[in-house]
């Protein structure tokens, strides 16, 4: 996959890709929202804590996919809190790929259970 960044705007403002370019051929795959919900069902405490086990949780779908984080193309991001962002990046830097992916991030009144803090849906691709 190829990054596209044109030299005609600004560079992205972040860990992203203005775009990325997919081979023709290949899996795609769509991840639903991942959040931070341990294997119990419990909710990791604390905003740091869900986020990392929301990408945790990303992580194990591209896997069973045959996939990692190194083929997601774009990935969107939700927060409740902007006071989180510098969090988030903490977190998101620990599973960023050589590649940023294009990316989306949204600030949302809530999510749909009031103890979600955060949520991260993603598409990848593999040739």
């Not at 044109?6 to 775009?19: D, L």
């Not at 599973?95 to 949302?108: C, G, K």
Request: charged letters at 15%; proline letters at 8%; glycine letters at 8%.
């Amino acid at each position: 996959m190829n990054a596209v960044n044109p030299s005609s705007i600004c560079a992205p403002a972040g860990a992203y890709s203005h775009g990325i370019v997919a081979p023709a051929a290949g899996r795609w795959l769509h991840v639903s929202g991942q959040i931070g919900m341990l294997p119990d069902g419990t909710m990791a405490e604390g905003f740091e804590a869900q986020a990392r086990v929301a990408w945790r949780n990303l992580v194990a779908v591209l896997a069973e996919a045959g996939m990692g984080v190194e083929h997601l193309v774009k990935i969107n991001s939700y927060l409740v809190e902007p006071s989180h962002l510098p969090l988030l990046g903490k977190v998101r830097a620990e599973f960023q790929p050589p590649t940023p992916p294009a990316s989306t991030l949204v600030f949302v009144k809530a999510l749909v259970r009031a103890e979600w803090l955060y949520e991260v849906d993603a598409v990848a691709f593999r040739a």
